[in-house]
């Protein structure tokens, strides 16, 4: 009890330093945006069936083949095709639960996903990082766990959706084991398993039960992490992908299940179509882990978007993406299905393009009651850098969103009707006693805005918000303190670590 | 006839060099968001009602307050207070439509306001404009020509807000006739008067009968100009305003009413009292519009936006002015009134900032249904700058969320399933029929977004998103050729702009 105090007190100093919106799940009491008709829906859908049964999925796992065969699909062994009968589909994808909660280390910041909540993690699995000092680079564990420090102090911010950017400096086989060490110690937020070897899952797993101080029992009634697992669209599930998702949801763990649908590329150049493919691999690959593990908390994750047909190149933030994620939403609530979206862009700076295909992304998830934003914030050239800068400016975004998304309050003290008479025809309100009462906490207040006039701004050196971003988040490094953690609990992490490792080098 | 064809030829051609949307009138077929339940829609209308029936209105117009008096509102000529009887204002807006069409010197571009159509008007009234050439600099007729050109040329821009920057060149007495030259003659789109005097009304409507070839009862009949009024928060109607709309709505001209509610300082430090204030003070003015010409066009303005509550700046694009945008749609609506919303920003420069808190307007007005977005493309600094970068990238923006609008179509053909079953598990459809039939027309095509990577993208300069907005307008004022205009029209224009000039001239 002592130790929790001291904890959330510790999060709190830290992150004070910064002005930004309190700590809290983001909750849209407004209607989704609905750009399809329950028809559409509903022929979407079954266009997907038609997909599974016919076409089907190629399944590159032997276990998932299994399982698949065992539960009344129809497998083809020679090909790995795996066709499926639509009331299997349904049934199967109906054992999926529509909520669940994410646990972190601090209980204070568990995450429940679904319903009309929004969760948002910050960039994952980037090869690369940049600032505006440095440049771009090829990701270090030094840049990791910058990412992570300011994650951990960035309110906007509700788990860790993977790697902020790839630690190319650690060797590969035992990658994940600092990665997991730093999420546990570093933050004390929920976070990513990588289901890219069964081990890695086996790891990740054994490390949030020693973080939470529980047994893989209690972990199993309470997932504490998530893998994020993406089909390899059109029509493909990965062996090692399959795999892991099994042995995490087996364990009772979180999978997010997302196909790569670009539209043009790996998917149909329609919208309908692309998302008919989604949602028809989607639903296969959630299949799968519901008959590895009925009731095993699953998430539906949408990612459609569009190529630039004259060069074949991949773009997001695009009207289609921003079309598709408020579709996907519609679908995966159809399903029951916790929905998962991104905050996505093309741009290959921290510019007015960066922004402006960000927000069409935030409002599309946002908007489209999203349950997971995953690469919430930092996100830059469609993927391959995690920029420092953008998440900061990403962080602001996301916050003007979701207090948008604050309901109005409209009572006789709100509307005002004392103030407009004290104040009178041509008068002011900055005296009014109904200002002042609300002096602090009237309106948003800003972390990267700058909203004073030219000449003040231009006095003040004229930086541009990516300039003023880039100060940020250098003094949120500065300003960072680690959240306390059990010294028992730390030295068994390190431990365990270190035996992994020793375990790989004897494997080589 | 052959006149009109050579005129939308040319627009075509000259159009044609930069890749954008098509000109069309932008339809939104998806529900508005709705930020207010019916019951706050009612509170607050009630609120507003209540503010006009016992604070009341200052009126400085001796014709407004005589029209007042005799419809039977409570006059007080000490004071120009004016106090409305509830059933009565009712009444008055009541007469208000709530569609109608501004009619262009090219019928193409007449521009329907109302239901769900959205029309978007480029940035006016800005004292100073910039590009990152010349830096920022006082307005020009220059600049202010430049500005048209680009709107012109636009195909998201259906008609001008007024002076995009003020030519600060040009004589204060006579300025507008040169302004109204300019847009009659480098444009064949519908235009703005200034209401800062009854002759600058009259002016307009006598250019606006020339360069339409109709006669006054004609343009009465088919509205071709509209004023943009503001009230002077709170609950003040200034003289020249009330008698420059007077004039307009007696000569069937449209007039847009939009209170200056800004948050905690001409309004209260609540949104649903700005929004009460709003309310009382559009209505108010309404109902002298609808007094003195009952049934003239006129559009419901919402502009609430908040100061920074530590300096008193004002601050736009802000989650409370987001909210106010989509709260103004909702009232604009229950009185079944066109709504006027705004693209709005307080950065000083065309950056991150600048982007994210006009996407934050942008979404307000298309998804808030607003039948004009004022104020569209090329505003900075909270107003007080036009930028030639902004404009494009503004332009790029709207158009981003314009096509976002575009239902999905899904049927048997879209939905693809012979696309898939060509390109197969794991295979590409780039090469499929499907993709191949629709090569050209698939996706948004982007005109300042750059999608190549980091690497093209570095080779070919790296310029950001507000370098590439620099060429492409400095492009399009290369490209850019005169609308055609018969020369007798054109001579007729020449004409009584040098005969007023000399009444001007006379009258000093």
């Given amino acids: 009890m002592a130790r929790d105090t001291t904890r959330r007190r510790k999060r709190e100093r830290s992150s004070a330093k910064l002005k930004q919106l309190p700590r809290r799940i983001i909750t849209n009491l407004y209607s989704p945006i609905a750009v399809l008709s329950d028809d559409q829906i509903e022929s979407i859908h079954e266009a997907s069936l038609e997909v599974l049964e016919n076409l089907g999925m190629k399944v590159l796992s032997d276990q998932a083949l299994d399982l698949l065969a065992a539960a009344g699909a129809d497998v083809d062994r020679a090909t790995s095709q795996v066709r499926f009968d639509r009331g299997l589909i349904t049934e199967w994808v109906a054992k999926a639960p529509s909520e ?61 959706g993977g790697y902020p950017v790839e630690p190319q400096d650690l060797p590969v086989p035992t990658r994940h084991l600092d990665a997991y060490y730093a999420f546990a110690t570093l933050t004390d937020m929920a976070w990513r398993t990588y289901a890219l070897s069964v081990q890695r899952c086996i790891d990740g797993i054994n490390m949030a039960c020693i973080a939470l101080g529980k047994t893989r029992e209690e972990l199993a009634r309470e997932p504490a992490i998530m893998t994020m697992i993406n089909t390899n669209s059109p029509l493909l599930l990965d062996g090692p992908m399959a795999d892991g998702m099994i042995e995490m949801a087996r364990a009772g763990q979180a999978v997010s299940i997302t196909p790569f649908t670009l539209s043009g590329a790996m998917a149909p150049a329609t919208l309908a179509g692309a998302l008919a493919q989604q949602n028809a691999e989607a639903l296969a690959a959630i299949a799968v882990v519901q008959i590895a593990a009925p009731g095993a908390p699953t998430v539906y994750g949408g990612f459609t978007s569009n190529v630039d047909m004259k060069t074949g190149a991949p773009a997001f933030g695009t009207p289609e993406c921003t079309k598709a994620a408020l579709a996907g939403g519609q679908l995966a609530r159809f399903h029951g299905l916790p929905y998962r979206s991104s905050n996505v862009n093309t741009s290959n700076a921290v510019d007015a393009q960066a922004a402006y295909e960000s927000e069409m992304s935030i409002w599309a998830a946002m908007m489209g009651h999203a349950n997971v934003i995953h690469q919430g914030a930092g996100w830059l050239e469609g993927g391959l850098t995690a920029s420092f800068e953008k998440m900061i400016i990403d962080a602001e975004m996301l916050q003007m969103v979701a207090e948008t998304l604050m309901p109005i309050e409209v009572n006789n003290d709100t509307l005002g009707l004392d103030a407009m008479a004290e104040a009178g025809p041509g ?59 059990d010294p028992a609990i730390d030295e068994e992490l390190k431990a365990f670590v270190a035996r992994r490792k020793e375990e790989e080098k004897a494997a080589v």
Avoid at 122 to 135: M, V
Avoid at 441 to 457: C, G, I, K, L, Q
Avoid at 464 to 471: E, H, L, P, S, V
Wanted: aromatic residues 12%.
């Fill in 100 to 160: 669940f909660t994410l646990h972190a280390r601090n209980p204070a910041n568990n995450v429940p996903i679904g319903g009309n909540r929004i969760a948002i993690t910050p960039i994952s699995s980037t090869p690369n990082c940049s600032d505006l000092d440095r440049g771009r680079r090829p990701g270090t564990y030094d840049d990791f766990c910058n990412f992570l420090r300011l994650a951990q102090d960035l309110n906007i911010i509700h788990f860790l």
């Fill in 427 to 485: 008068g002011h309100f900055f005296g009014t006693a109904h200002t002042l009462e609300r002096y602090e906490t009237a309106f948003y207040e800003p972390m990267v805005s700058d909203w004073r006039n030219f000449e003040s701004w231009e006095e003040a050196g004229a930086l541009d918000a990516t300039q003023r971003a880039n100060g940020i988040w250098k003094q949120m490094l500065k300003d960072y303190e680690q959240p306390a953690i």
